[in-house]
């Protein structure tokens, strides 16, 4: 494995963050009287935007009244050195979602397309098809909740003309994940006409020492899309601003399909200062690590089963019904995630900051006293 | 005419600018040294961001990290008041541009559509139609520069299916005005399968009498979309908020072409302070109206035939070879706008500050002496 490889795969992103000074690793914003409800729904990191980019948004405002074209290079650039790549291969969005909805906009290349994802998996994919001529297959987890390889390929195979095959890694909403070899060996054996969305939104808080981007697959083969965020780990889920990395021909296709000029000059100079800040992976990491561990503790104590989570949040099982139960958390103040049929007998929460964790516990362990779970 | 909708016309945002204070009025930023060009090519205010929307954005940075859904209906709500309608009738955008190809991929309805613009007129929106079974039709401006409408009119009736008719009101690039009652007398005569985009980018701009907003038709008619813009009047270019008015079905079917939850927190919240604040559009209304005195004033000086302007900018005539001309104020410290085909004796050119004009005017002169224009 190249060295630049390496230091891209989660596992080393995973070394970096033991390499950070702990004053770095520690860090919680200050402690500020909520007024409003913990929101534990929307995989949201709770560190808030990172000070760099802050500063950055702050300063930008003297260029808010002109067309945001000033930063849109650097940008760019700054994010394929990130991916070892060059600027001709990055697609910008406003949001990762925007590079999912250009996809499947760009997906059936005018004929009838087939749209094959997991059951359940984020939605925004499925959503975005309704409009055009796609049939939508939609392929159970397996019993480890990793993609259904096997039958997805299946489904692609069989499928009559162009076929996008969407897969998250680690998945939302389960935040589990699906073998890298595997995934790869199917890419590779795999006609163009099958376009492979692979959503790494989540890839900074995996640990596993088997999973990997597949951004320089992407790169090289017009047939593979790599989509990342800028809201999970580096803290903008506000400022909308995501990217695909894809090969140079595939990214000038599904420019056609995009919203020009995106995302906003603010956001571009929040990503750009991100990028640029150090400390800004290794923090979300390590407050993500914090947190999750107090939420496992809670949900083993009072034996509620779990996923096991490579992201910023947690699958974890309720018994009776979910609506029931995220009714009461909303009133007892907590937002957790949004029902994800079929999984209607677990909850999807986000994971908090260490005190919003801890009072969180404290409201599942009360609901255990209800017998509400 | 209603009080109401008498509000909502150019002529009464005249008179509304005539009763703000004189102070507000005469407002032009601090004088900067300006490190860089005159940028004078992309019809933006160089007022800036009001200084609410200043604020807004900066208080919304505590939100920064959580998906932008708090301002959002308030947003909404504040558009809906402006045109006397509903929540429901509002489709919010990451810039007008967005709601511009929304209606660019919606319009074929699956079928071979056809899409009418005038020539030349702002490009975005054949650019959007390139990957959609569009054939574009492109109808000269009269020799007033208006839209041709009997034209136009005609390619809409021989279209075989769905058809999409942009009118830009005032177009860009020309500043110019198309007849309202005439468009009306169209759009009322036409059939469904006719669809109608009025793109009101310089509505704010304009003091002509007979000029008045599609909104409430657009309410109305299913066919009918009205598209506004934060970029101009409202300063925030760099920020991408745009929305579009239409019938609540039609808002429904072109929201499944638009990316989710745009623009982005910080323009919402600066969005709805700069709708809040009552000296934004008399402010910026006055300065053009500086601004563009001082320009005409060295055309007129120079014997360079400039169209009548109802917008932040003027097109007016060059000499000689366009790009030479824009090249050399380019190397000569400003921008001006790009070239528009087939008017290539025309220079379009935006407006400043009185200082960036009375320096404009001044470069203007001296390439006179040099025989250049």
């Given at each position: 494995?190249h060295?630049?490889t390496f230091?891209r795969?989660?596992?080393?992103?995973?070394?970096a963050s033991?390499?950070?000074?702990a004053?770095?690793?520690a860090?919680?914003?200050?402690p500020i009287r909520?007024?409003?409800?913990?929101?534990?729904?929307?995989?949201?990191?709770?560190?808030g935007?990172a000070?760099?980019?802050?500063?950055?948004?702050?300063e930008?405002?003297t260029?808010?009244?002109?067309?945001p074209?000033?930063a849109m290079?650097?940008?760019?650039?700054?994010i394929?050195?990130?991916?070892?790549?060059?600027?001709g291969?990055?697609?910008?969005?406003?949001?990762s979602t925007?590079?999912?909805r250009?996809?499947?906009?760009a997906?059936t290349?005018g004929?009838t397309g087939?749209?094959?994802?997991?059951d359940?998996?984020?939605e925004?994919?499925?959503?975005y098809?309704?409009?055009?001529?796609?049939?939508t297959?939609?392929?159970?987890?397996?019993?480890g909740?990793a993609h259904?390889l096997e039958?997805m390929?299946?489904h692609a195979?069989?499928a009559?003309g162009?076929?996008v095959?969407y897969?998250c890694?680690?998945n939302?909403p389960?935040a589990?994940?699906?073998?890298c070899?595997e995934?790869?060996?199917?890419i590779?054996?795999?006609?163009?006409?099958?376009?492979?969305?692979?959503?790494e939104?989540y890839?900074?808080f995996?640990d596993?020492?088997?999973y990997?981007?597949?951004?320089?697959?992407?790169?090289?083969?017009?047939?593979?899309?790599?989509?990342r965020?800028?809201?999970?780990?580096f803290?903008?889920a506000?400022?909308r601003?995501?990217?695909?990395?894809?090969?140079?021909d595939t990214?000038?296709?599904?420019?056609?399909y995009?919203?020009?000029?995106t995302?906003?000059?603010l956001?571009q100079?929040?990503?750009?200062?991100?990028?640029?800040d150090?400390?800004v992976?290794?923090?979300?990491?390590?407050?993500?690590a914090?947190?999750?561990?107090?939420l496992?503790?809670?949900?083993?104590e009072?034996?509620l089963?779990h996923?096991?989570s490579h992201?910023?949040?947690v699958?974890?099982?309720?018994?009776?019904?979910?609506?029931?139960?995220?009714?009461?958390?909303?009133?007892?103040g907590a937002?957790?995630?949004?029902?994800?049929?079929?999984m209607?007998?677990?909850n999807?929460?986000s994971?908090g900051?260490?005190a919003e964790?801890?009072?969180?516990?404290g409201?599942?362990?009360?609901?255990?006293?209800?017998?509400w779970?």
């Amino acid at each position: 494995m190249h060295r630049r490889t390496f230091f891209r795969t989660g596992v080393a992103a995973g070394l970096a963050s033991l390499t950070r000074p702990a004053s770095v690793l520690a860090y919680e914003p200050p402690p500020i009287r909520r007024a409003g409800p913990l929101r534990l729904n929307s995989n949201e990191n709770p560190l808030g935007l990172a000070p760099a980019a802050r500063s950055a948004v702050i300063e930008g405002l003297t260029e808010a009244n002109r067309y945001p074209l000033v930063a849109m290079a650097p940008l760019r650039e700054a994010i394929a050195r990130r991916h070892g790549t060059t600027p001709g291969h990055v697609l910008l969005g406003n949001g990762s979602t925007e590079i999912l909805r250009v996809a499947v906009a760009a997906g059936t290349m005018g004929a009838t397309g087939t749209l094959i994802v997991a059951d359940p998996t984020f939605e925004d994919v499925t959503d975005y098809a309704k409009p055009f001529p796609y049939r939508t297959v939609r392929v159970p987890l397996t019993s480890g909740f990793a993609h259904d390889l096997e039958a997805m390929r299946e489904h692609a195979r069989q499928a009559d003309g162009p076929a996008v095959v969407y897969l998250c890694n680690p998945n939302n909403p389960t935040a589990t994940l699906t073998d890298c070899a595997e995934i790869e060996s199917w890419i590779t054996e795999a006609p163009e006409r099958v376009f492979f969305v692979l959503d790494e939104a989540y890839f900074e808080f995996v640990d596993d020492r088997r999973y990997r981007s597949f951004d320089q697959l992407a790169v090289t083969r017009p047939n593979v899309l790599v989509v990342r965020t800028f809201s999970k780990i580096f803290g903008m889920a506000g400022l909308r601003a995501g990217y695909g990395i894809a090969h140079a021909d595939t990214t000038a296709r599904l420019n056609g399909y995009a919203t020009q000029i995106t995302p906003n000059h603010l956001a571009q100079v929040a990503a750009l200062a991100s990028l640029e800040d150090p400390d800004v992976i290794a923090r979300g990491r390590a407050a993500n690590a914090r947190g999750r561990r107090i939420l496992t503790d809670v949900l083993d104590e009072l034996n509620l089963e779990h996923l096991p989570s490579h992201a910023n949040f947690v699958m974890h099982h309720i018994p009776g019904d979910l609506r029931t139960y995220q009714r009461r958390m909303r009133e007892r103040g907590a937002w957790v995630g949004r029902p994800f049929p079929p999984m209607l007998s677990h909850n999807r929460v986000s994971i908090g900051l260490q005190a919003e964790m801890e009072e969180f516990a404290g409201i599942l362990r009360e609901f255990r006293q209800k017998g509400w779970v």
